[in-house]
């Protein structure tokens, strides 16, 4: 295979935002920039954020490196620069340093191989540009003297005696600082054996997320930032100098430059739209700039939420979610954020805090499990674990942290050292759930095929029990307050398993959900227990169950397959978007200070004259003024969680379809419902069997139209009657459609539909017949449904937008009336929503990242970007003027965003 060059590579970046080029270049010089930061960092926290950060830079700088040849050297100036800027951020990197200064010489047959590679990055910064070059070039990535003068366009005697200098200059520089070693030494210590590191997939992935425009937490930007300042600065400095001598030149030639001439450089995909800097939202929260509003607040929120933890005081909540794959620590008294821990490179899937509330420990699938200190918000220790480590679980007296995963095995760790001190044989191939007795004597594991307790004193196995029937194990376990019952989830069976913790011996079996218990927690009183968990494939419900009689007392349809509690059981928080603290007796919510707006994912959202409405899964249905008011809210769905709704153009009628429900096989039929804007239900829809369903109204508002179904039987497409809710025309059996994007031509006449090949099918809607058929989007992987994710038409209906996942350029738009695609455009993550302006010169387009970018119709390009929600965009919708842009997303928030600037570049 013939590798792209580094500047083909760069080019694409620039040209297209094609993160698939960005993310071969991280590939490819990953190994070389984690050598460098694990070398100059002993932190492995700061190791990976100086890694991310590097990247970072990179793609900030992209557009001016298209002419680079020899990237590599660049990367590893900027990689040396970035961990010097980590250390001296970090007060304990500051020892060390200091400690390294003032170490003793070491020679080549001492063990300080770490030691002189970390001077040798360090003193690699005072070489000339060429120098530094030729070394990496030559040493890190093992070219010849031919291919290093190739690739720098210089002969093989220039390579030879820059390579001489440099080693010599790099002497000389290590000898100052009290290492001595020899020319050859330093080629050593270079060798690509000792100068690369390897780099996870994982790790890779999330430094091109980041660096593509992902969320990057904001120690990444402001360190990001003083790098690129410094080598500004540093370049600065020479311009300076050449500047003067071009000057006396130019005086003495009788000539001069020209004020204000622009330098030529290749633009990239965005525009440097200059937005106006936002005021605080009502709560006093910051907004990002060109918000004019924000729909409800920022408190407990947290995106795809995988983790939740309480400490036993009440006054911190830990989350996990994402991505990005961040720690967030909220005031328990408040809901306020009080810090974001940062680290970790996948999903983080369980948190556990230190019984005095001082530590929270965290097991991620990036094989590692950290510890942080709660007071400082800072990592403590990182633990390598084989795989992926799904469960941690400290003792009751603090003294052991057990963790486990993927593997085989348990380990259990002092907590004085973070030393191992035992590791127990589960004879299983994964454990999902630990927990330790009240008392510690105890240690409770459940896995795939098995459950068990070990005895901490030798830490030998108690007893342990097979599950029986096709079940994937137990997810999740707990142990009663006096220590004497073990409760155990069973995985698609549903049941909550009852043992006594020192004989085995089985009390009690609660048949308590429909599929699996993810979550479980003993009431004090010992009787009860607060289980969360899955009655289907969609919807996630909150059970108390009763112990003695083995009945489900209560069920809420909170939504949370994760749930903590405080040490009194008297409240507890779950959630999925927005975390909330619930009354344990009742289940009400419990409001942190002014807290509003949705408690999960806005699925749409639009205008009622002068008020804005939004709705999200849980079928609540919101009303606000555009300075972030919260005027109303109403649950019209409260049987059944909401899978996708739409709001006429006028916002006089909302239509909700629920989720397919998948039980014993077979899929469930469930109506849908047509409200008023007042969200009082005018009729229920009765849909087909249906997993997953799309809706449109037409642009009168005096119709609707569905598509549901289920990709092997096959889709249903219908009209609707908006005023009664009655079905006026009926299609069924309709093949290779996908349901995810949709939506209706302005008079009426046409409705689009995405379909799994990528393609996009117009169907009359006189006859409900196929009249064509768009192609362009490409599917990402074969079979998936989210090639094609969003559709609108412009206001005229001659144009078509489109957005999706693909990979070639997942926002297109179309001629309608040739039929062809007249615009494509990459961005960095899947398109979830798209909306035309009013006057059509405009088109807004959401994105997972939780951005919107912003097109200009007539200028075929980019204007510029708001950034962000926490989470991605599934609804936009403008004013009737354009002035202004609703955009909804995952977090549960809406923002009011000012569209004044883009209108006037766009005329």
């Not at 933890?309 to 989350?319: E, K, L, N, R, Y």
């Not at 454990?431 to 030798?458: E, I």
């Not at 699996?516 to 919807?539: C, E, H, M, Y």
């Not at 798209?834 to 912003?854: E, M, R």
Request: charged residues 20%; hydrophobic residues 40%.
């Amino acid at each position: 295979m013939v590798m792209i060059p580094d500047s083909e590579l760069l080019r694409r970046f620039c040209g297209q935002r094609d993160e698939v080029a960005f993310r071969t270049l991280v590939e490819r010089y990953g190994p070389m920039v984690m050598g460098v930061c694990r070398r100059m960092l002993r932190d492995g926290l700061s190791t990976q954020d100086a890694f991310q950060t590097t990247f970072w830079v990179l793609a900030r700088k992209a557009s001016s490196l298209q002419s680079q040849h020899a990237l590599a050297g660049w990367l590893h100036r900027v990689s040396v620069r970035t961990c010097l800027q980590y250390r001296r951020a970090s007060e304990r990197e500051r020892a060390v340093l200091a400690e390294v200064q003032h170490m003793n010489r070491v020679t080549p047959s001492s063990d300080e191989w770490r030691e002189v590679a970390l001077h040798v990055d360090e003193a690699m910064a005072g070489l000339t540009p060429l120098q530094s070059q030729v070394i990496t070039l030559c040493c890190i990535d093992g070219l010849s003297y031919d291919e290093t003068a190739s690739t720098l366009r210089v002969t093989p005697q220039q390579v030879r005696g820059q390579l001489a200098r440099g080693r010599e200059k790099l002497r000389k520089q290590l000898a100052r600082r009290g290492v001595v070693v020899a020319a050859s030494t330093i080629a050593a210590v270079l060798v690509p054996s000792n100068a690369h590191a390897e780099v996870s997939r994982e790790c890779v992935a999330q430094t091109a997320c980041v660096a593509c425009g992902g969320a990057a937490s904001l120690q990444t930007v402001a360190i990001g930032n003083k790098v690129i300042s410094a080598m500004l600065m540093t370049k600065a400095k020479i311009v300076s100098a050449t500047c003067v001598a071009m000057l006396v030149a130019a005086v003495w030639v009788g000539t001069g430059l020209a004020a204000g001439e622009k330098r030529d450089g290749v633009a990239g995909p965005m525009a440097a739209l200059t937005l106006p800097a936002s005021e605080k939202d009502i709560h006093g929260e910051a907004m990002p700039a060109g918000a004019l509003a924000r729909l409800g607040d920022t408190r407990l929120r947290h995106v795809h939420l995988r983790a939740l933890a309480m400490d036993p005081a009440g006054t911190v909540i830990a989350s996990a979610g994402g991505p990005p794959h961040d720690i967030r620590l909220w005031d328990g008294r408040t809901g306020r954020l009080k810090a974001s821990l940062s680290g970790h490179a996948n999903y983080v899937s369980q948190l556990a805090f230190s019984p005095d509330g001082k530590w929270l420990a965290s097991a991620s699938w990036d094989y590692s499990v950290r510890v942080w200190d709660i007071e400082r918000s800072r990592q403590i220790t990182s633990i390598k674990m084989p795989r992926d480590a799904y469960s941690v679980a400290f003792s009751a007296d603090g003294k052991w942290l057990a963790a486990t995963g993927e593997g085989r095995v348990v380990r259990v760790f002092s907590t004085d050292t973070w030393k191992s001190v035992a590791e127990l044989n589960p004879e299983d191939t994964t454990v999902y759930s630990l927990a330790f007795s009240p008392d510690g004597k105890s240690l409770a594991a459940a896995g795939q095929s098995t459950w068990g307790v070990w005895n901490t004193t030798d830490w030998t196995r108690r007893f342990g029990h097979q599950f029986r029937g096709d079940n994937a194990g137990g997810r999740a376990v707990a142990w009663s307050p006096d220590g004497k019952t073990v409760a155990v989830g069973v995985a698609k069976k549903g049941s909550v398993l009852l043992s006594d913790g020192q004989t085995g011996e089985m009390l009690g079996d609660i048949k308590a959900f429909a599929l699996t218990p993810q979550s479980l927690v003993f009431l004090p009183d010992g009787k009860r227990i607060l289980a969360a968990g899955a009655d289907s494939n969609s919807s996630n419900t909150t059970k108390i169950l009763d112990v003695a009689d083995q009945k489900v007392l209560t069920v809420r349809s909170e939504g949370s397959s994760q749930l903590a509690m405080t040490s009194d059981g008297k409240r507890y928080v779950s959630g999925e978007s927005k975390i909330c603290l619930r009354d344990v007796d009742e289940g009400r919510v419990e409001a942190l200070g002014d807290s509003s707006g949705h408690s999960d994912g806005i699925a749409t959202v639009g205008f009622s004259g002068q008020l804005a409405v939004s709705a999200d899964a849980d079928g609540t249905i919101c009303t606000w003024d555009l300075k972030g008011k919260q005027l109303g809210a109403t649950q019209v769905m409260k049987d059944a969680r909401a899978g996708s709704i739409a709001v006429s153009p006028e916002g006089a009628r909302m239509v909700l379809l629920p989720r397919g429900h998948l039980k014993g096989g077979a899929l469930d039929s469930a109506p849908g419902l047509l409200v008023d804007g007042q969200g009082k239900q005018v009729s229920q829809i009765p849909l087909p069997f249906h997993k997953s369903g799309a809706i449109a109204f037409s642009g009168d508002g005096k119709r609707f139209f569905t598509i549901s179904g289920e990709h092997m039987r096959g889709h249903t497409l219908q009209i609707w009657d908006a005023a009664t809710g009655k079905a006026v025309a009926t299609r069924e059996k309709l093949a290779g459609l996908t349901a995810q994007g949709a939506a209706a031509s302005k008079d009426g006449s046409l409705y689009a539909v995405g379909a799994y090949d990528g393609s996009i099918r117009l169907f009359d809607t006189g006859k409900l017949e196929e009249v064509a058929k768009l192609t362009g989007h490409s599917v990402r992987v074969p079979g998936a449904a989210n090639a094609v994710l969003a559709l609108a038409f412009s206001p005229d209906d001659s144009l078509l937008a489109s957005g999706g996942e693909d990979n070639a350029a997942n926002f297109r738009l179309h001629d309608m009336k040739t039929r062809r695609e007249v615009a494509a455009a990459r961005l960095p993550r899947r398109v979830r929503a798209v909306a035309f302006s009013p006057n059509g010169s405009l088109v807004a387009a959401g994105c997972h990242d939780g951005t919107v970018h912003i097109w200009s119709v007539g200028q075929k390009r980019w204007l510029g970007t708001f950034s962000r929600h926490d989470g991605g965009v599934c609804a936009l919708k403008f004013t009737e003027d354009g002035a202004v842009l609703l955009s909804g997303g995952d977090d549960g928030l809406a923002y009011v965003w000012t569209m004044k600037p883009f209108m006037a570049e766009a005329k």
